[in-house]
C-alpha cells in the first residue's frame, strides 16, 4: 500500500539536541492526520523535513511517493504548505496574492484565469478578492493563506497552526473549509496543533509527540478508550502521554512568537 505520508526513523539533530527521534508513521490518502504536542515536541520540525524545507539527520520519509531527500522538487510539486507564521502580503489585495503564488506555482495564464476565481470562491473570498490583504479579519487572512496552497491542486497540504491567535468565530470557520477540501477534493491534510477540539473535530488519527518521540498514536476514540473511555477527554490523553499542561505557554520565545502571529491576525 502506498501511503500519502510515511515515514521510517525519520531524526533530526541540532547538535547535541535530538529534535526529532526516530519518527516512524503513515498517513492515508484523503485523511485528515493530526501532529500534537507541546512546544519544543518536534511537531514543527516534522512539517519542515516533510515539506523539503530541512533536511533529515538519519531515517527516511516519502510524500505523495516521492523521497524527500532523494527527489525534493516532486514533493514541492505534490504539497501545499501553510507555515504558522502569516505567508500573505498585506499590501496586495487576495487576488494578487494568488497571482503570485500561481505564476510561483508554474501555472500557465489559461490555469490562473480558471483556478484564481475557483479558489477565491472555495473559501469564500470571492466578495473581498480586490480588499487589501491588511484590510482582511484574521479568519480571511488564513483562508486566503489555505487558497494559496491549495491553488495548484496538491495532493498533501501540511498545515503548521492553522488557527493559531483566531477568536472561536473564525476557527470554526477554517474548520469548516479545511473539511470541505477532504470532502470535495480528497486532499490529504497533515496539521499541527495544540488545540485539542481542534484536533478531536478535523483529525481522523493523531499522533502524540513528546521530546521528539511519538507516545502515542490512533483516532481520538481510541487514545480516549486508552485512559478510560467514556468521558475522557482528548486534553485528559495529552495529559497522560505527556505529563505536560496545555496552557504551559511554552519558552519566552515561543511565547513572543506566538503573540506576534495573533496581533497580526487581528
Known amino acids: ?7 521510517h526513523d525519520l531524526t533530526r539533530r541540532f547538535g547535541t539536541l535530538i529534535a526529532v527521534d526516530s519518527l516512524t508513521l503513515s498517513v492515508d490518502s484523503g485523511e485528515v492526520f493530526g501532529l500534537l504536542g507541546p512546544n519544543g515536541a518536534g511537531k514543527t520540525t516534522v512539517i519542515k523535513m516533510l515539506t523539503t524545507l530541512l533536511p ?22 505534490a504539497i501545499g504548505y501553510v507555515p504558522q507564521l502569516l505567508s500573505a502580503d498585506g499590501t496586495l489585495t487576495g487576488r ?6 500561481a505564476k510561483l506555482y508554474g501555472m500557465r495564464r489559461r490555469e490562473r484565469k480558471v483556478e484564481i476565481p475557483a479558489a477565491l470562491a472555495f473559501m469564500g473570498l470571492d466578495g473581498s478578492a480586490d480588499r487589501l490583504v491588511r484590510q482582511y479579519s484574521g479568519g ?41 477540501l477532504r470532502a470535495d477534493w480528497g486532499t490529504t ?3 499541527t496543533t495544540h488545540y485539542m477540539e481542534e484536533a478531536d473535530a478535523l483529525c481522523g488519527r493523531v499522533a502524540i509527540m513528546h521530546l521528539g518521540r511519538v507516545v502515542a498514536g490512533g483516532s481520538p476514540a481510541e487514545l480516549k478508550e486508552s485512559i478510560g473511555g467514556e468521558g475522557s477527554t482528548l486534553d485528559e490523553v495529552f495529559a497522560h502521554y505527556t505529563g505536560d499542561n496545555l496552557d504551559s505557554g511554552g519558552t519566552y520565545r515561543e511565547a513572543g512568537r506566538t503573540r506576534r502571529t495573533a496581533r497580526r491576525l487581528h
Open 1 to 7: 500500500m502506498t501511503f500519502a505520508v510515511e515515514s
Open 56 to 77: 533529515p539527520t538519519s531515517g527516511t520519509a516519502s510524500v505523495a511517493g516521492a523521497d524527500i531527500v532523494k527527489h525534493p522538487l516532486a514533493v514541492r510539486r
Open 96 to 101: 494578487e496574492n494568488l497571482l503570485i503564488f
Open 140 to 180: 480571511m487572512i488564513r483562508r486566503l493563506e489555505i487558497a494559496e496552497a491549495m491553488l495548484h491542486r496538491p495532493q498533501v497540504v501540511f498545515l503548521d497552526e492553522p488557527t493559531v491567535g483566531l477568536d472561536p468565530v473564525a476557527r470554526q470557520a477554517v474548520w469548516d473549509h479545511i473539511g470541505r
Open 189 to 191: 491534510i497533515l496539521l
